[in-house]
């Protein structure tokens, strides 16, 4: 990220990233999208809020401490390089992390998170299946195709 020359990039994440958004050096850095591995966009929505909140003084972070910790223990759990954004399949535990984190929201003001609902999940595996499903298909006409192709042209050769 050259637009942010003081943030470091290692493994290839952010470093010092709680909950994959906050930067620990300085918590009014905020990311959105620090995270792999499905339901991105509902994923992106409760970061955005979190981030809103954060922004607007109406989340209470854990000390600096707390936030190490929790970056320690997850680099040990997925290690330190591109597992370590991965959220499946620990969909619900990241999602009511984030919930409890941002709050329910002042007298009604704001986006409520609802809470997890496994048929989230449920609904991204199945399109998921159907999305590999498609590419087998795709992959297979296209193998035949290429075959066909290079059968006509040992055919005009001979």
């Given at each position: ?6 943030v ?8 010092e ?20 591995a ?25 000390s ?8 320690s ?7 330190d ?8 399949p ?16 002042e ?6 998170l609802p ?10 595996m ?17 193998r ?8 006509d ?6």
């Open positions: 990220m050259p637009f942010l020359p003081q470091e990039i290692r493994n290839n994440r952010v470093p990233l709680y909950q994959h958004v906050v930067w620990q050096k300085d918590p009014t850095l905020l990311f959105v999208g620090a995270v792999a499905g339901l991105t966009f509902k994923i992106f929505e409760w970061q955005a809020v979190l981030a809103a909140r954060i922004l607007a003084g109406r989340v209470a972070l854990p600096v401490q707390e936030m190490r910790e929790w970056e223990n997850r680099i040990k759990a997925k290690g390089g591109v597992k370590f954004g991965l959220i499946f620990d969909f619900e535990d990241y999602f009511e992390q984030v919930r409890k984190l941002a709050g329910e929201g007298n009604g003001v704001g986006r409520r809470k997890f609902r496994r048929e989230w999940m449920r609904s991204f199945e399109g998921h299946e159907r999305r590999k499903q498609m590419w087998r298909r795709l992959n297979a006409a296209a035949e195709e290429e075959s066909a192709l290079n059968k042209k040992i055919r005009s050769h001979l």
